[in-house]
């Protein structure tokens, strides 16, 4: 029963956040472009998860065993790189924020990002990382162009830098005004350049993009098998029944 109510309650969370995300802003998806089969990249996201995202997101449908079984680390890597509020690899990713505190800083407590990539795309993350800018009517200071109105302060703006976002506006025939986003222009420096940032965001979203479906390259995989073995059967039934019925007329 109270499996069942965790569950209900990470979708709840989950629908107020993707309702939110359906007002966010106009900006065009650039395409994430991420490997599953890379075991670097994923192994890179892990780690820019947990140092960067686990103290507010959850992923409370993650083990770490999984995560190092699949990305092929040992449970002694796990538990000196990955697990720094876990004591088990069996445990799950917790956030190390409560949600009481969470909810009074930001007004709702941060979603959940187990199927987040599964549920908006690898692309919609990858984009929203890349698009805060800076806003002086936010109450963070900073907003996106991907999800406008969002309560998520810049958490990665030591790496990316500050940016503005230039908009350029139009007028509809009913008479309402859109606000069509044209690019970035940079503010301050970050320690990262564009590329090494633009890695690391990838390499974040390919994290994510895994832990929405850790069996997802495996079960294409063997698809592929089920699909030549269907074939191969077809063709062997074919020649099986051509074989029975050709004294048939």
Known sequence: MTKIKNIAA????????????AAGGSAKLEPSEIDLDNVSTLQRGARNYMNYCSCCHSAQYVRFSTIGKMHELSEEQLIDNLM?????TFE??????PAEEAQRWFGQAPP?????ARARGADYVYNFLKGF????DSPTGVDNVVLAGTSMPHVLWELQGYQAANFSRHENDDGSVTMEFEGFEPL????????????????????????AEPIRQDRRRLGVWVIMFLIFFFLLATQLKKQIWKDVK
């Open 10 to 21: 990470a979708l709840a969370l989950f629908l107020v956040a993707s309702q939110s995300m």
């Open 84 to 88: 720094f509020n876990a004591e088990k």
């Open 92 to 97: 799950t990713i917790q956030s190390a924020m």
């Open 112 to 116: 959940d990002l187990s199927l987040m």
């Open 133 to 136: 800018y800076v806003s002086p």
């Open 188 to 211: 301050t420096a970050g320690s990262m350049d564009a590329e090494d940032y633009d890695e690391f965001v990838r390499d974040t979203t390919n994290f994510l993009a895994f832990i």
